[in-house]
């Protein structure tokens, strides 16, 4: 990674989405956490989740006002990425345009480098 990029940059849908999730939680949280799992039909999945504190080693990506850790493990897969909020008529939820992406499984769900 150069210095001074991000591993992952955020679409103003997904600034908006973030902010409204930290909004609504439960419990006080600093943003968002960002990771891949060893799942799904083709190897990777992203998971997204709240972080209530920065972990050792995390990548803090501060965007217009809301914070997005990044897994240290997730970074190499990561690199580049776009992160969006997208909502549809039957689904809506964060979607990555990864450029270390080699295919996904059909069902969309998992992803392999």
């Given at each position: ?87 549809g008529k039957l689904q809506s939820?964060?979607v990555f345009d990864n450029p ?14």
């Amino acid at each position: 990674m150069n210095q001074g990029q991000q591993a992952v940059t955020l679409t103003d849908n997904a600034v908006s989405r973030v902010r409204s999730l930290m909004d609504r939680a439960d419990k006080p949280v600093l943003g968002l956490r960002v990771g891949v799992s060893n799942t799904g039909c083709s190897g990777h999945s992203y998971v997204v989740e709240y972080a209530e504190d920065k972990r050792p080693f995390e990548e803090e990506i501060e965007q217009d006002g809301v914070r997005v850790f990044i897994d240290p493990v997730a970074v190499m897969f990561l690199v580049g990425s776009k992160m969006d909020y997208v909502e549809g008529k039957l689904q809506s939820g964060f979607v990555f345009d990864n450029p270390n992406e080699k295919g996904r499984c059909g069902c969309g769900e998992s992803f392999h480098v």
